[in-house]
C-alpha cells in the first residue's frame, strides 16, 4: 500500500494587503487550486492583473469611424470604447456618474452623445456631462468635472489592437509587448497592406477560471488527446498530405516548432517552421472545408502563377501568440479572454478580413474572405468545445479541496531542453510547460504588487 498523503490545513488569509502567501500558491513546478477557486483571489485579480497591466479590449477596425462606439469590459468594469469627434480613442466607464446605472446598452454603434436610461443625465463621448433634466433643482454647480464620466487614463493601440490599464506605472504598451511584437507584425504582415479588419465572432462561455484558458493557449501537449476527434476529421480524406494540427500527432518535440517565452506573461507557439515553404505551403496543410476545390480551380483559371500565394492568405497562419492576461492570435483569429467571475469566463474568437489596398485583384479580396470564414467555422466550433470541456472539467476537479496541486513541470528540471537567449526570452520544445511556469511567475508579480491605479475625468 502506498503512504497516504497528510491533509494540509488549507492556505489561511493574511491580514493587510496582503491576501496570500503567493510564493506558496504558485510555486516553480505547480499552482495551489486556490488560485482558480477562491473568490477573494479573483477579486485581487479584477485589479491587480485586470487594471495592473495592459488588458486587450478591441480593435480599431470595430470603431472606424468618428463617434463609433462599442461595448467591452476591462475585468468587471463595464466599458464604452469610443473614438470621439475628434478621433481619440477612448475607453469611458459605462456608468453613470449619477447614480450608476449603465448608460449604454448597446454592443455597437455611431452617437456623439450617451443619455443615462434612468433620469436622462446627457453626456458628450469625450466623457462631459453636457446637461441634466430641470438642473434648477441642484443647488451644485452641474459642470463640476467630478459628473464627467471616469474613463481609463491610458489606453494605446499597437498597430490596430487597443489595450488598456490603470496602472500609471506600466510601461508604455510597446515596451510591454517587447518582442512579442515582431511576431505580431509578421502575424499582420502576411496580410496586403499589413491590415485585418475585425468581422463577427464566435462567443462562447465556459464554467470555469479565466486563467484555464490562458494555460491553455500555448500548451501543446493536449492537442494530440483533447482534440483526436478533429485531427481524425480533417486527415480522414487527406492521405499522405497531413492536415491541420497532424504534426502533433507523432513526435511533436521533435518537430521543428517550438514555445517561446518573451516576458511580461506573454508567449507565442511557433508551428510555422513545420511549413513547407512554397507558394500553396499553407494552402496545403488547410484542412478541408466546403467550396475549397472550386475556389482552387478557379484561383488558378484566373490567377496563373499566383494562385497558390494568394491562397495561402487563405490560411490558417500556423502560429498561437498570447499576450498576457486576455488576449490571443491564432490561426486568421482574435481570441478574447473575458472574466466573468471566479468560476465563470467567455472566450470570444473574433474572425479577420482580409482589404483591398490594390495590391491584390479585387476578386481575390472577397472570395479569400469568403474562403476565412469557412476557418472561423472550423476550430472556433470543432477545437474549442473540446477545449472548453477541459476546462469545465479541471474547475469540477479542482473542487476537492484536499488535492490541493495542478503541476505545470513538464520539460522542468531536464538538462539543456528549455533554454534561455541572451535577451531573457526562453525556448522550449511544443509540448513543454515553460510558457506556463513563467507567466505565473508575472501573475506572481502583478498580485505581490501594489499598482498605482487612477482613473481619469474630462476636465
Ligand atoms: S442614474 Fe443616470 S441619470 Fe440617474
Ligand atoms: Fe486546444
Known sequence: MTALEKINA????????????WDYLVQEDRAHRLIYTDPAIFEAEMTNIFGGTWTYLAHESEIPNDNDFITRRLGLRPLIIVRDANGKIRALYNRCTHRGTTLCRWDKGNSKSFQCPYHGWNFLNTGKLRGVPWPEGYAEDMRDPKYNIAQV???????????????????????????IAKIIDEWLDRNPGGKVVVCEANRFRYKGNWKLAYDNSCDGYHVAYSHRSLLETENRFAGENAKGMAYYRNSPDTQPMYM???????????????????PGGLWALESAHPGMEHYEAEFIRRYGDRAFALLDLAGSEPVNINVFPNFSLLGN??????????????????????????????????????????????????????????????QRGLMAPEDEWVYMNRGFGIPDRVKTHDDGSITAPATDEAFMR???KEWKRLMKARPNLAIQREP
Open 260 to 278: 517561446r517565452y518573451t516576458g511580461r506573461g506573454n508567449h507565442f507557439k511557433d508551428k510555422r517552421p513545420n511549413l513547407e515553404k512554397r
Open 438 to 440: 513563467e507567466h505565473f
Open 333 to 394: 483569429h482574435i481570441q478574447v479572454f473575458e472574466p466573468v467571475g471566479v468560476e465563470e469566463t467567455n472566450a470570444i474568437w473574433y474572425g479577420t478580413m482580409i482589404v483591398d489596398d490594390g495590391s491584390i485583384p479585387s476578386d481575390a479580396v472577397t472570395d479569400i474572405n469568403a474562403l476565412r470564414m469557412r476557418t472561423q467555422e472550423g476550430f472556433p466550433n470543432f477545437g474549442e468545445v473540446d477545449d472548453i470541456a477541459n476546462f469545465e472539467q479541471i
Open 153 to 179: 487614463p491610458r489606453v494605446e493601440s499597437y498597430r490596430g489592437f487597443i489595450f488598456a490599464t490603470l496602472n500609471m506605472d506600466a510601461l508604455p504598451l510597446i515596451e510591454h509587448l517587447g518582442s
Open 10 to 21: 488549507p492556505p489561511t488569509r493574511l491580514g493587510g494587503t496582503a491576501l496570500y502567501d
